[in-house]
C-alpha cells in the first residue's frame, strides 16, 4: 500500500520513515564483530541469515529484537532462554544487537534493489526476428539504435523500450472561422487546450463547439504494445538489443 | 429499478458541537458526518440545490490553507498533503494531515481550533484518512500508533491509548469508524512481516473491547491457505481504509491489505488468507461472519481495502442486500452481504494478470505474471486500477463510479531464496492512463468511460455523487469537475492549485449547499451565489 508515498508524496521526506524515529544506529564495525559472534553461537539454530531453521524461530521477525536497543532486550533474553549462551560480555550482545538490527533493516528496504536485475534471459536471434517485423518501421539498428547498449545497462534497456521517455506531442487546434494552429502540446484537460508553435508563441483554446483538437503521440505505438509484448517478445527483444553495442 | 434505501446517518442540530450517537441511524441529510458520509460508503448526498441545470454558476466560497507550523506536519517541513475526508458537523468541518487535526467555519473556511500530536516517535507520515466524531468527542490516529480522543468544541486531548507497535514497523493511518458504543480502528505498515488486524475500542475510556487478527487460528481450516504456522502468523493484510456498517445485519466490512512478504510470494504458497479480502465482522464481538477473497495469494501489492460500498439492489431479477468494491487488482465484485456469495464479477480496467475467474467469483493469478528475476510485464501496476480514494455509488442512475488507471510497470524479484522476507522484489516504470469508470452493478459491465485527457498517470482523489444529478470527481490535470451521471459529460469545472487529493463532500447550511475538496494543502469551498440558488 506505501508505494502511494512513491506515487505521490511531494518529497520524499514527505513518507518520513518506517518504525520509531529514534532508532538504534547501526556500527558496521560493531555489526561485522557480531557477525562473528552470531556465526559462532547462533548459526545452527537461526539459520544464516537469522531467519530461522526448524531449530530456531526467526530473528527478523522477533519482537524482542524489534524492541532491542543495544542489548536492551537481548540481554535478558539469553540469560532468559534455554539452550542459549549465558556468558557473553556486554560488549559482545551489542554488537549482536547491530548484527540483528542490521539484518532488520536490510529486510525492511529490500523493496529497493541492492543490484540491477539480470534481464539478459532472452533469445537474441528471437528478438532480431520480432525487431525486423514490428520495430524497423521507426527505429534502425544502424541508425537511431546504433550503438544503444554501450548507452544503458540491458535493465535500463528493458525500461525504456516498455516505456520510452516522454517526446513532445504535435497538436492541432482548427478553430471556426481561423486557420489552423499546429505546435507542441502544452496542456489539455476537458476543458482548454494549450501549444507553442514553431516560433515559440503560446497559444491557448477553450474546447467548446467548433474547437478540434488533432493530437499525434509519437509513442502511442509504444503504448498499443503493452497489451501485444509476451514476456517472451520482451527479453528477446532486450537481449537483441544488448547486441547492438 | 427499484432502491431500497439504505439507512444511513444524520446528524440533529444541537445547539453545541454535539454528534448525538442515535441520530447516526437516520437517513443522511444536510451534513457530512463521517468519512464516507453515512455508514453505507455510496458518498451520495441527496442535496441537490446544486443541480445539472445550474452547476455551471458554481463558485469559490472559501480556501483554507492548512498551516501545521511545525517540521512533524505529515511532512518533515514540507507542505502537508490533505487525503482525509472532512466531516462536517453543526456548521464545523473537521479534517487531519498526519499528527494534525483541524476545525474550521464550514460557512466561511476561517480556523476555530488546531491540534498538533506533539514529539511523534516516528512511523510513516504518508497521509492521514481522518477522524471519527460520536457524542462531544473526536478520534484519530497518529503515525507512531496511538488512537487519540479530542473534545469537539476545542480540540483539547481526552485521552491517548496505543493502538500498535512503532517498534514493529506498524503505524496508523484510518479514520476511525464510530458503531454506537465501538470506535473501529485499523493499523497500517508493510516493511516487515507483521500481522495486520482491526480493533474495538471503548469510546469514553479508549480501552481495548476487541481485536481480530487478519489471518485464521492455526488450526481453523483457512489456516490451510498458507504454508505453516509462522508465514501465517507473518502474513500481513493491514486495514488500512474506514469500514462500512449495515445497521439491520449488525455488521460493519471492510478491506485488508497485501500478503506478506509483498512480491516475493515463494514462501507462502497458497491463498494467504484472510490477506485481500472483503471481511464481515459482528462489531460487538469481533466475530467473522463471512469473507470473499478478491485477490488469492497476491504478489503484486494489490491491496483489497478499498471501500465496500453497501446498498439494496436486484440482481436478476432478486432484491439483495449488496455490497460492492472496485479493487486494486482491476476487478470489480458484487457480493450479496449477507451471505458474502459472489453474485458479479468483471474487470473494470483490462487487466493481464488472471487466468480465469472461478466457481467462487475470485480471479485466478496466472503464475506467469508472478514477479520474476528477469521481470514480467503486468497491469495493473503497482498503483493498481484504483487505490486508496473513495468511489460512490448512485441509487439513481444504479451506476459504481470509480475514478481507474489502466497502468503497465515491470515486477521484478530481488529475492530468490527459500524465504524471502520484507518485500524482495519492486516494480518499476511504467506508463498508465486515467478515467472515470462508471459500472453498472447488475452486470459488471462499463456504462461510460471518461478519459481524462493529457497526463497520464493514475488520480488519488475520490468521488461524490449527488440528487442533483451530478457527480464530482479530480481529474488528472488539477480540475475538480462535475460530471453528468448518466453520460459521463463534464458540466463545470474548477482549476485548483493541485491535483484534488481526498473525496469532495457536500452539506447545507442556512439554506445554502457547499462542495469542499482538498488539493494538497488546502481546502476549497463552493457554494451558488444567491441569484443561482
Known sequence: MRALCLLFAISASLCAQPGPRARQPIDPAAAARGKKTYLQYCINCHGSLAQGTEQGPDLVRSVVVLRDKLGSALGPALQKLPNHKTDLTQAQIVDLSHFLRDRVEYTAMNRHASRPPNVLTGNAAAGKEYFSAKCNECHSPTGDLAGIAGKFQPDELQQRLLFPRRKPIAVTVRALGAPPVSGTLERIDDFTVSLRDAGGEFHSWKRVAGVEVEIKDPLSRHHELLDEFTDADIHNLVAYLETLK | ?533
Open chain 2, 1 to 533: 429499478m427499484k432502491f431500497v434505501f439504505f439507512a444511513v446517518f444524520s446528524v440533529s442540530l444541537f445547539a453545541q458541537a454535539r454528534l448525538d450517537p442515535a441520530a447516526l441511524l437516520q437517513p443522511l441529510a444536510s451534513s457530512w458526518p463521517t468519512y464516507n458520509g453515512d455508514y453505507s460508503g455510496r458518498r451520495y448526498s441527496a442535496l441537490s440545490q446544486i443541480n445539472a441545470s445550474n452547476v455551471s454558476s458554481l463558485a469559490l466560497a472559501w480556501v483554507y490553507r492548512a498551516n501545521p507550523g511545525s517540521d512533524q506536519a505529515g511532512g518533515g517541513g514540507n507542505v502537508p498533503v490533505i487525503k482525509s475526508t472532512p466531516l462536517e458537523i453543526n456548521g464545523v468541518l473537521y479534517f487531519t494531515v498526519p499528527d494534525h487535526v483541524w476545525a474550521i467555519d464550514a460557512r466561511s473556511g476561517r480556523p476555530i481550533w488546531h491540534y498538533e500530536w506533539k514529539n511523534s516517535k516516528g512511523g510513516w507520515h504518508i497521509g492521514n484518512r481522518g477522524v471519527g466524531v460520536s457524542g462531544n468527542w473526536l478520534y484519530f490516529e497518529t503515525p507512531d500508533c496511538n488512537l487519540v480522543s479530542l473534545n469537539l468544541k476545542d480540540g483539547k486531548e481526552r485521552w491517548h491509548t496505543e493502538i500498535c507497535d512503532l517498534d514493529q514497523f506498524y503505524y496508523a493511518s484510518v479514520a476511525p469508524v464510530i458503531v454506537r458504543n465501538h470506535v473501529i480502528t485499523g493499523v497500517s505498515g508493510d516493511d516487515l512481516d507483521i500481522p495486520g488486524y482491526i480493533e474495538s475500542h471503548d469510546p469514553a475510556t479508549g480501552a481495548l473491547q476487541w481485536r481480530w487478527y487478519t489471518h485464521p487460528e492455526p488450526g481453523d481450516p483457512e489456516a490451510q491457505s498458507w504454508p505453516n504456522v509462522e508465514a501465517m502468523l507473518h502474513g500481513g493484510g493491514m486495514t488500512w481504509v474506514p469500514s462500512t456498517y449495515d445497521p439491520e445485519l449488525n455488521l460493519i466490512y471492510f478491506g485488508t491489505g497485501n500478503p506478506q512478504p509483498v512480491i516475493a510470494g515463494k514462501a507462502r504458497k497458497g491463498d494467504n488468507l484472510y490477506t485481500e479480502c472483503i471481511i464481515a465482522l459482528n462489531p460487538d464481538t469481533g466475530k467473522l461472519k463471512w469473507y470473499f477473497q478478491p485477490s488469492p495469494h497476491d504478489t503484486h501489492d494489490w491491496d483489497a481495502v478499498q471501500t465496500p460500498v453497501l446498498f439494496d439492489g436486484e440482481i436478476k431479477g432478486e432484491k439483495r442486500k449488496l455490497l460492492a468494491q472496485a479493487s486494486r487488482n482491476g476487478w470489480f465484485f458484487v457480493l450479496d452481504r449477507a451471505t458474502g456469495k459472489s453474485l458479479v464479477t468483471s474487470e473494470f480496467v483490462k487487466t493481464n494478470w488472471a487466468k480465469e475467474v472461478n466457481e467462487k467469483g475470485q480471479p485466478v493469478p496466472n503464475p506467469r505474471k508472478e514477479p520474476k528475476l528477469d521481470g514480467v510485464l503486468v497491469s495493473p501496476d503497482q498503483g493498481g486500477g484504483v487505490n486508496w480514494p473513495p468511489p460512490s455509488f448512485n441509487p439513481e442512475t444504479g451506476l459504481f463510479y470509480a475514478n481507474a488507471a489502466r497502468a503497465f510497470s515491470v515486477y521484478y524479484l530481488y529475492e530468490d531464496d527459500d524465504k524471502p522476507e520484507g518485500w524482495g522484489g519492486n516494480d518499476r516504470g511504467g506508463w498508465s492512463e486515467a478515467m472515470l469508470q462508471a459500472i453498472d452493478y447488475q452486470t459488471g459491465k462499463i456504462r461510460w468511460s471518461h478519459k481524462w485527457p493529457g497526463n497520464g498517470g493514475g488520480v488519488r482523489s475520490g468521488l461524490l455523487s449527488t440528487a442533483g444529478k451530478l457527480l464530482f470527481a479530480g481529474d488528472t490535470n488539477q480540475n475538480l469537475v462535475a460530471l453528468d451521471p448518466e453520460q459521463g459529460t463534464p458540466l463545470w469545472h474548477a482549476g485548483l492549485h493541485a491535483q484534488m487529493t481526498n473525496g469532495p463532500i457536500t452539506y447545507e447550511l442556512d439554506g445554502v449547499q457547499y462542495v469542499v475538496a482538498a488539493a494538497g494543502d488546502s481546502l476549497y469551498g463552493f457554494a451558488l451565489n444567491s441569484a443561482q440558488r
